[in-house]
């Protein structure tokens, strides 16, 4: 459990607060590419209390900047983007995506007061389908060289989901991995529909008689062991098959907001929660696969069977009891909302309040890598605030290499294990186009 003074340290995530002074110091996701289209309008976002307006350019550059004008407040995502900005319908003054006002058309022409307006604006880039922001001072650090960061648009899908809860608790849900035998257990070895689950009634990989979904029903006792690395906590689940054979599960948190699970036999998955505010959050999905290209559109048609569009909601959710049947949970699924894994981590986190209340809760042998994530964050936090360095805020292109930082659900020999994943895990990537390539740039 957690003192209530470290709990709002490690919850509190607003302009000033030391949580939120940390999380602005990484690269945060504040929009899918897909919510601020090429010639669309500019849309408000919220990102850790602050209200800003996300837009392009007409030069088709991503720009956030503080929603109301420097003038006399007016809201920006009314604007009008054009002649190399955003241009507030109020007056015209009209800013670049670095916040230089560029004209102020309502003042004399050889006024240059234009030049001395710079309005709040935070620096973005797009990759793969996400446009990121750096929040915080200074020269941003590189954005590392994460797996999903190098791999090529078309193996790559975005998607995102709200949550109606704090970051904090909606993260630690996915880098528990005991719950898996509980929470998402199916109770029959098939789905009765399209939905993201599929990868728990799967086969592990080159072993067919291997059901995962079996293995995480009758192996509810996992041996759980983790390891602190440069990028977070390395997670380490070991269920037993037979005399001979071990279900290992390699997953990460990645420091400071995030998690990397595995999907399938060749898929990586990103859970990345960026606070809203302080009682809610969004979740941005990043599929990665390292051989095939994604089905995109199949993935989005199945996203699109829990969520609504434009606003990212889940269709099962608190209102509506996330659609509990209890005639489901006697047959099909533990839990009984359906078999999208994503509402059953919603049901689990949110039903936790707004904000947890960690001075309450008890946690066990299990809740290790919980226990490490928080202390990497309240070190961290410590840190920042004595002005020390910070992990994963690389700024050397040389030492910009990630390729260590895997996901994966293999079968390994007894004697093997610790070895066999990272075995597995290199023979994917020698599989792989573009993950071969980054081992030669790398090396």
């Not at 630690?172 to 728990?200: A, N």
């Given at each position: 459990m957690l003192s209530k003074a470290d709990n709002d340290l490690l919850t509190q995530t607003g302009p000033g607060t030391p949580a939120g002074d940390l999380l602005r110091r990484y690269w945060q996701p504040v929009a899918l590419s897909e919510e601020v289209p090429s010639g669309g309008p500019p849309r408000v976002v919220e990102i850790m209390g602050e209200r800003l307006v996300a837009f392009r350019d007409d030069r088709d550059q991503p720009g956030l900047l503080e929603l109301h004008c420097s003038h006399r407040a007016a809201d920006l995502s009314y604007g009008r983007v054009e002649d190399g900005g955003l241009r507030c319908a109020y007056h015209g003054w009209l800013y670049d995506v670095n916040g230089q006002c560029l004209d102020m058309p309502a003042e004399p022409p050889e006024s240059k007061f234009h030049e001395k307006i710079r309005h709040p604006a935070y620096p973005c880039?797009?990759?793969?389908?996400?446009?990121?922001?750096?929040?915080?001072?200074?020269?941003?650090?590189?954005?590392?060289?994460?797996?999903?960061?190098?791999?090529?648009?078309?193996?790559?899908?975005?998607?995102?989901?709200?949550?109606?809860?704090?970051?904090?608790?909606?993260?630690?849900?996915?880098?528990?991995?005991?719950?898996?035998?509980?929470?998402?257990?199916?109770?029959?070895?098939?789905?009765?529909?399209?939905?993201?689950?599929?990868?728990?009634?799967?086969?592990?990989?080159?072993?067919?008689?291997v059901q995962i979904s079996q293995i995480m029903r009758t192996q509810v006792s996992p041996k759980l062991d983790v390891e602190e690395t440069d990028f977070g906590v390395r997670i380490f689940t070991v269920r037993e098959i037979d005399a001979a054979r071990l279900h290992v599960r390699v997953t990460n948190y990645l420091f400071p907001n995030a998690a990397v699970v595995a999907v399938s036999n060749d898929w990586g998955l990103v859970q990345w929660h960026v606070p809203i505010n302080d009682t809610s959050n969004w979740r941005y999905d990043i599929f990665f696969s390292y051989r095939a290209p994604m089905d995109k559109e199949g993935l989005r048609h199945q996203r699109l069977q829990s969520y609504t569009?434009?606003?990212?909601?889940?269709?099962?959710?608190?209102?509506?009891?996330?659609?509990?049947?209890?005639?489901?949970?006697?047959?099909?699924?533990?839990?009984?909302?359906?078999?999208?894994?994503?509402?059953?981590?919603?049901?689990?986190?949110?039903?936790?309040?707004?904000?947890?209340?960690?001075?309450?809760?008890?946690?066990?042998?299990?809740?290790?890598a919980i226990i490490a994530a928080r202390r990497m964050l309240l070190r961290s936090i410590r840190s920042l605030q004595e002005g020390a360095a910070l992990p994963l805020t690389v700024r050397d292109d040389a030492a910009n290499r990630f390729d260590h930082l895997a996901t994966i659900d293999t079968v390994a020999p007894r004697s093997e294990w610790k070895t066999h994943w990272r075995v597995r895990d290199a023979a994917r990537r020698e599989q792989s186009p573009w993950a071969r390539q980054f081992e030669r740039i790398g090396g």
């Open positions: 880039q797009e990759i793969n389908g996400i446009i990121y922001s750096y929040m915080g001072p200074g020269e941003p650090p590189l954005m590392p060289a994460f797996d999903w960061i190098r791999a090529p648009d078309e193996h790559i899908f975005a998607f995102k989901g709200y949550m109606d809860c704090n970051y904090l608790q909606a993260n630690e849900g996915e880098i528990d991995p005991s719950h898996l035998s509980f929470l998402h257990r199916f109770l029959q070895d098939q789905s009765l529909d399209d939905s993201y689950g599929d990868q728990l009634l799967a086969t592990a990989e080159n072993d067919e008689d569009l434009p606003d990212y909601r889940p269709r099962r959710n608190q209102a509506n009891r996330y659609g509990y049947d209890f005639d489901e949970q006697k047959t099909w699924t533990y839990i009984g909302v359906g078999f999208d894994i994503n509402t059953h981590d919603s049901w689990a986190t949110e039903g936790a309040g707004p904000i947890q209340d960690r001075t309450k809760e008890h946690l066990g042998t299990t809740d290790k």
